[in-house]
């Protein structure tokens, strides 16, 4: 019997509890990867440490006079700069494994159709996490004390990592649909870069001139920082966190319907 018609006569549907043990099992294929290829950690462990340093003690005596005064507005910058850039891997990693033939060896297996893309979704939480971790140690190592506590690090941190899984949906969906990784990775930098940096993650929104003022405003980048600051430096959980949420639901809602259509037409 040909291959063709073994795929063929495989059940192309799943319950539920298929697809969530289905869906573990590609989330622990993606983490043994990690094992096996530890570089693939370089941008969540090198980049928030790299970038903490970098960061502090370029802009922070221009900015806030001194370092330790300039530490509870980078670190929640630097986190969310940092997490939402390692969300571009996502698409990049999917790219990839279609293009080597890896999806197309899942195929002929009786699993759930959607169980690779969901299981690489999410095992990247894992690298978000991590991220978030090193950064806020990075912080504490150079002085940083949240007044906000315990909890409401925590919080921020999952904050981060909720809004960041909705965002890879957007770079999942460019993964499939493009035809190479490398355009992946270009087309994700074109939209993170204005994001991440004309955003109040690193300077206050009012040094910037007047008619960059209302981007920085509007940008949900900058929403997300302000909720992670508001989180850490005071405990509360202000409109900022509400808005940022509701755009992460807003962006799953979309480009989760997207991205699956796109998937089952070459899954």
């Known amino acids: 019997m040909s291959a063709l018609t073994l795929e063929r006569d495989l059940p192309r549907t799943a319950s539920l509890a298929q697809t969530v ?6 989330a622990g294929r993606g983490l043994l990867k990690i094992r096996r290829t530890p570089e693939q950690l370089i941008d969540v462990t090198v980049q928030p440490i790299l970038f903490t340093l970098m960061f502090t003690y370029i802009f922070g005596g221009a900015i806030a006079g001194d370092v330790q005064s300039y530490l509870p507005i980078i670190i929640p910058g630097i986190l969310v700069q940092t997490v939402i850039t390692t969300s571009v891997v996502t698409g990049t990693q999917l790219r990839e494994d279609m293009d080597k033939g890896v999806f197309d060896r899942f195929r002929s297996l009786p699993i759930a159709r959607i169980a690779p893309l969901s299981g690489a979704l999410l095992a990247d939480t894992v690298r978000y996490a991590i991220a978030t971790t090193l950064t806020f140690t990075m912080g504490y190592i150079m002085g940083f004390r949240p007044e906000g506590g315990l909890w409401a690090v925590v919080a921020a941190g999952l904050l981060v990592i909720a809004c960041s899984w ?3 949906w957007i770079f999942a969906f460019f993964g499939v649909i493009a035809r190479s990784a490398s355009s992946v990775q270009g087309i994700s930098m074109i939209i993170l870069f204005p994001l991440t940096f004309l955003s109040n993650a690193f300077v206050p929104a009012n040094t910037m001139p007047s008619w960059l003022q209302w981007f920085v405003d509007a940008n949900p980048v900058s929403h997300l920082v302000t909720a992670v600051r508001d989180l850490v430096n ?31 037409r070459k899954a």
Do not use: E, H, K, W
Not at 21 to 26: G, R
């Open 21 to 26: 043990q289905n869906t573990l099992t590609m």
């Open 166 to 168: 909705a965002i890879s």
């Open 234 to 264: 005071s405990g509360t959980l202000g409109s900022d966190a509400v808005i940022s949420l509701v755009g992460a639901a807003v962006i799953v809602a979309v480009f989760a319907p997207l991205t699956v259509r796109a998937y089952m």
